[in-house]
């Protein structure tokens, strides 16, 4: 399959399941904790309902998902926009279904009017870093050349 082959969607409640899998799968790949896709699916039968996160799924499969969070701004009255979690199936990555899934994301965020968007990602995914930059996110402050932003985290 290849990114022309793909539809980008808004998830429903009915695909809570699917979104437990993959996001399941997701944490395992990368060693992180995860509850289960049953608990995962759960949890996204409660909160889909009322369209916080927006997840946006790759069809067919689906294939991939990306996860976003809206809050309110601080600075002015427009949303800000986190995306919390990109992720494409091992077997479907270098086809374009990652980059799909980020211009249907962005396309959300200024559909619901956000300022900006932000996500966080390691070092080592490089795959993830070039796809981020070739949309035009940047890690530095201010200018081109300007410092380098850091994202920390503290599980509480």
Request: charged letters at 30%.
């Amino acid at each position: 399959m290849d990114a022309s082959n793909v539809t980008v969607r808004l998830a429903e409640p009915s695909d809570a399941d699917a979104i437990g899998r993959l996001l399941h799968d997701f944490n395992a790949e990368f060693r992180e904790p995860t509850p289960g896709p049953e608990v995962v699916a759960e949890r996204m039968r409660e909160l889909l309902p009322d369209g916080e996160p927006a997840v946006l799924l790759a069809d067919p499969g689906p294939s991939g998902l990306a996860v976003l969070r809206f809050r309110p701004g601080i600075y002015s009255s427009a949303p800000e926009c986190y995306l919390a979690e990109l992720y494409v199936v091992p077997d479907e990555r270098g086809r374009g279904i990652g980059r799909a899934l980020m211009e249907a994301a962005l396309d959300l965020a200024r559909t619901r009017g956000a300022e900006y968007i932000d996500l966080g990602t390691s070092e080592a995914d490089v795959a993830a870093r070039a796809l981020y930059e070739s949309l035009g996110f940047s890690n530095r402050g201010g200018e081109p050349d300007g410092p380098v932003e850091y994202f920390y985290e503290l599980d509480l």
